[in-house]
């Protein structure tokens, strides 16, 4: 006998699939967290300022009241402009907007030192909206991936606390600036590589600090953008040239008509500022340092006659003189010297097998060999090579506990940037929740991957999961304990004398994880193909 008709429709309802709910685009869900995001930055307006704040202020005030002929010469503010013309011209296209919210705000005299509630407000403003170009950069690289993977490198980049201790708390444009270089990333991971050329190009005249790149750059395009034999290689190197320069002409096309070409290059890279900044950034020269001066003690107490530098490196007042009372002087092609030969592996690498899967790693290696071998490095740099990394953390296990002590290394050594003590809570949890975010995400992410392992494969269970070692555990315990020391012990034993020796320690200590980052990706980088 045949079922009755009404059993049979209901066996027919029952194999019917349930429809899935629809899931919402990458962009809805990169929106959402950068407002949660957003919503801490307006949390942090009425924080602690440095005198970036200030010198961003002369800068509209330059833009809005002098003509562009005047504005790499003028003087009237120890701030002077001393950013690429394009940079210039954002503070100019801002300024419109700053006259209408407070006039003395953009006043080149009236305006010194000025901050009034609307300025600050203002100003910080245009930090947390010209974000959203990281936003757009991170989400470029990132759409294709499963919403997991995205959502935690999202979380990682758009609440690096390093961004807002530098950006939003010490005042400056970080955000807006890695977001074109994510931007240029993401171009030529997708194998656009004049899009690619064309908005690194741009970010130069920004802001020329990012040029540390510029050989990885030149050497990948010239041998995955300029292929397929001599005529087609030829005129792609033509058509990549022309878009280069075409930038570089507008940018810098007035100031040439102007005569005043010389001059902005002098703002631009002034070198009689010194090896080293005010704070020592933690890079390879500060062993070079502690050397000279271990040194210089031990020949004094042998009895040799060593004269004493007149240079300090604790006061940032470095100038031209050479600090080194032992070693031999540091100069500005030395360090160019060594910064290239750092990122020389790198390059053979890109001439070798230019592949856009790994541009990525190649540029946030040559980011960090600049800051470990550059000159006049400022901390805030290791953001050029820790916002890069947090796309590739997900690559493997390794990446991850790079990036784990890394971020964590990097947010630390900007903790002298805010030395007022009711900051201090505020950097302190930033790292904090950072550290634990970056814990939970790492390791969900990456027990999901062992669990796919077979059991009888202990060996490779054990290496696909997130766990930090003994070593990386006792090295994050030194950072406590030299943090300890700092805000506890050195107060007690040593009231107000040495005041630099905290800020010495945390350079030391940092330098010692910034070394082991720049040795680990150069070794990964040799590994990889």
């Given at each position: 006998m045949k079922p009755p008709k009404k059993h049979h429709k209901q066996q027919q309802h029952q194999t019917q699939q349930i429809p899935k709910p629809k899931a919402n685009k990458p962009i809805t869900e990169i929106l959402r967290v950068s407002l949660v995001a957003t919503c801490i930055k307006l949390l942090l307006i009425p924080a602690y300022h440095?005198?970036?704040?200030?010198?961003?202020?002369?800068?509209?005030?330059?833009?809005h009241s002098l003509p562009l002929s005047q504005w790499y010469s003028d003087q009237t503010s120890p701030w002077t402009l001393d950013y690429p013309p394009f940079f210039a011209h954002f503070e100019h296209f801002l300024s419109f907007f700053a006259s209408l919210v407070d006039p003395i705000m953009v006043h080149l005299h009236h305006g010194l030192n000025y901050k009034s509630l609307p300025t600050i407000y203002f100003q910080k403003l245009t930090v947390i909206i010209s974000d959203f170009v990281l936003v757009f950069g991170i989400y470029r690289l990132t759409r294709n991936l499963g919403y997991k993977e995205r959502v935690l490198i999202w979380v990682l980049v758009i609440f690096s606390p390093g961004l807002m201790i530098v950006d939003h708390l010490h005042f400056q444009y970080n955000g807006f600036l890695?977001?074109?270089l994510l931007i240029s990333i993401s171009a030529l991971e997708e194998g656009k590589d004049l899009l690619g050329g064309f908005v690194f190009a741009v970010l130069l005249c920004f802001k020329h600090l990012f040029a540390v790149a510029a050989p990885v750059y030149f050497v990948y395009l010239l041998r995955h953008y300029c292929r397929g034999g001599f005529i087609r290689g030829f005129g792609r190197l033509v058509l990549m040239g022309s878009a280069v320069v075409a930038v570089f002409a507008a940018a810098y096309g007035p100031f040439l008509y102007h005569g005043q070409i010389q001059q902005v290059f002098h703002r631009m890279f002034p070198f009689g500022r010194g090896l080293c900044h005010a704070y020592w950034a933690p890079n390879f020269w500060v062993f070079y340092i502690i050397l000279d001066k271990v040194l210089a003690f031990l020949l004094v107490k042998m009895g040799f006659n060593v004269q004493a530098p007149a240079a300090s490196f604790t006061g940032g007042l470095v100038g031209d003189s050479s600090p080194f009372a032992v070693l031999p002087r540091v100069t500005p092609m030395i360090t160019f010297g060594f910064v290239l030969l750092a990122i020389a592996p790198c390059l053979i690498k890109a001439w070798r097998e230019p592949q856009p899967r790994m541009i990525t790693r190649w540029i946030a290696y040559a980011y960090t060999c600049g800051f470990m071998f550059g000159w006049h490095v400022h901390e805030k740099a290791s953001l050029h090579f820790v916002i890069p990394l947090a796309i590739i953390?997900?690559?493997?296990?390794?990446d991850a506990k790079h990036y784990f002590y890394l971020s964590i290394v990097s947010c630390y050594s900007l903790f002298p940037l805010l030395f007022e003590a009711q900051e201090y809570p505020i950097k302190v949890l930033l790292l904090l929740l950072h550290a634990s975010l970056m814990w939970i995400g790492?390791?969900?992410?990456?027990?999901?991957?062992?669990r796919k392992t077979a059991e009888s494969e202990q060996k490779r269970y054990d290496k696909t999961r997130f766990v930090i070692g003994w070593f990386g555990k006792l090295y994050l315990v030194g950072l406590l304990a030299v943090e300890i020391y700092g805000q506890?012990?050195?107060p007690i034993l040593f009231t107000e004398r040495l005041p630099f020796l905290p800020l010495m320690l945390i350079s030391i200590y940092c330098a010692f994880g910034m070394m082991y980052s720049w040795i680990w990706q150069l070794r990964q980088i040799i590994k990889l193909h």
């Open positions: 440095s005198t970036d704040f200030e010198v961003h202020r002369n800068w509209l005030a330059i833009t890695l977001g074109l953390a997900l690559k493997s296990v390794e790492f390791s969900s992410h990456f027990a999901t991957t062992a506890l012990v050195h």
